[in-house]
């Protein structure tokens, strides 16, 4: 009985260790099926989570093209005002679902290489003179519905944008003359002196016209904005303006025909085979001839950039132009007559004048407004570069 006993009883301890093995197994399978939940969920807010966080990212991006282009669209139109810049940029991006443009859009300025020339902000501020376009980047902090488990409870989205603008160009400034003065300091914007001098093609000041001189014509209005007595140019001047009675007629201020800057035809300090940079002024024809510029009166083709003034006169042609263009920081002065610097003879111009002040003196000069001198005109352009 004994034996039988201690056989059963060692059977039954056999039992119940492969019994007990079992809890530890279970306990593994939970723990495996514990991580297999996990990496579902992940997989699944990858895959929600990250649909979402493309949504909110194709719509920072619209968000962020409407404000580029809204941001060079201005510039283009002779707006430098940076906060009114500011705020046309912000107001596009709310409209693009942007909830607080004011500190979820950062905005620079650039220019034609793309580089930051300056940052747009609400602050009292111009456009630099070098930019020529915006670049806008919108964010949007996006919260996550499955994504916490692992860590993630909100994704950020945000895109970048970025637009030149060009304004309309070429077809002429439609003027002979135009002066941007709008002060009433000083000398007058527009200043018409000389005797037997004949101009052909309107002039216009943005301030006041003064007429001297004797025997001079004008073929065109004369147009200004303040400080004159139609009486002045009385026996001076001969205005042939039939629209007008043949009398000056008082305007408005304008904006610059041209729109441009010296900054436009800046292209370094190398000089090149058109570009011709001159660091302090040109004082003679004598200079230019000592850099092979000048040969038989005439001057080499190309853009004379020059930090300073430009002084013209010697022995020039008056029969061969000198097709340039003059850009100076400075004042530009023709000092003799029989200079024929296409357009400049006896003296004989052709195209246009724009400049801060003007003034015409001589003797039996004549010029004309000429839009041949121009390029064609184009229509304003924004392009979306990046």
Same mark, same amino acid.
């Given at each position: 009985m004994r034996n039988?006993? !201690?056989?059963? =009883?060692?059977?039954?301890?056999? @039992?119940?260790?492969? %019994?007990?093995a079992a809890g530890p197994q279970a306990g593994q399978g939970f723990v495996l099926l %514990? $991580?297999?939940?996990?990496?579902l969920i992940a997989l699944v807010g990858l895959g929600v989570d990250g649909g979402i966080l493309y949504l909110n990212h194709r719509a920072m991006q619209n968000a962020a093209d409407a404000g580029a282009f809204a941001g060079a669209r201005l510039p283009a139109k002779s707006v430098t005002d940076t906060p009114t810049i500011r705020a046309e940029i912000e107001k596009l991006a709310g409209r693009n679902y942007v909830?607080?443009?004011?500190?979820a859009v950062t905005a620079y300025y650039t220019d034609d290489s793309g580089n930051h020339v300056g940052t747009?902000? #609400?602050?009292?501020?111009?456009?630099?003179?070098?930019?020529?376009?915006?670049?806008?980047?919108?964010?949007? /902090? %996006? *919260?996550t519905l499955f994504l916490p488990i692992i860590g993630y409870g909100s994704l950020r989205a945000s895109a970048i944008a970025a637009a030149h603008g060009r304004p309309t160009t070429g077809g002429g400034p439609g003027y002979l003359a135009f002066s941007l003065k709008t002060d009433t300091g000083g000398a007058d914007g527009l200043i018409l002196d000389g005797s037997g001098m004949i101009l052909n093609?309107?002039? =216009?000041?943005?301030? !006041?016209?003064?007429?001297? @001189?004797?025997?001079?014509? $004008?073929?065109? #209005?004369? /147009?200004?904005? +303040?400080?004159? &007595?139609? +009486?002045?140019?009385?026996?001076?001047? +001969?205005?042939?303006d039939s629209s007008n009675n043949n009398l000056p007629v008082q305007s408005t201020v304008l904006? !610059?025909?041209?729109?441009?800057t010296t900054n436009d035809f800046y292209q370094g300090?190398?000089?090149? &085979?058109?570009?011709?940079?001159?660091?302090?002024?040109?004082?003679? &024809?004598? *200079?230019?001839?000592? *850099?092979?510029?000048?040969?038989?009166g005439v001057l080499t083709s190309g853009t004379y950039y020059v930090n300073g003034d430009i002084t013209l006169g010697g022995v020039m042609s008056v029969t061969q132009a000198s097709t340039v263009t003059l850009v100076a920081t400075g004042n530009i002065k023709i000092t003799q007559t029989g200079i024929f610097l296409g357009p400049f003879s006896n003296v004989v111009g052709h195209g246009s004048m724009v400049g801060y002040t003007i003034k015409t003196t001589g003797s039996s000069d004549s010029f004309s407004y000429d839009s041949s001198f121009f390029p064609q005109p184009t229509p304003a352009e924004i392009t979306l570069y990046k």
């Open positions: 039988r006993a !201690d056989r059963w =009883h060692r059977k039954s301890r056999r @039992g119940a260790r492969r %019994t007990g %514990t $991580l297999f939940l996990v990496t909830a607080n443009p004011a500190s747009i902000t #609400s602050a009292a501020g111009t456009k630099p003179a070098g930019a020529t376009g915006v670049e806008v980047i919108a964010t949007r /902090q %996006t *919260q093609g309107p002039v =216009h000041s943005n301030s !006041d016209i003064t007429f001297g @001189g004797g025997g001079n014509t $004008l073929n065109g #209005s004369a /147009q200004y904005k +303040t400080g004159y &007595s139609p +009486t002045n140019y009385s026996g001076k001047w +001969t205005i042939n904006p !610059d025909p041209v729109n441009k300090t190398t000089n090149t &085979s058109s570009y011709f940079y001159f660091p302090s002024g040109i004082t003679s &024809s004598t *200079q230019l001839a000592n *850099q092979g510029l000048f040969t038989n």
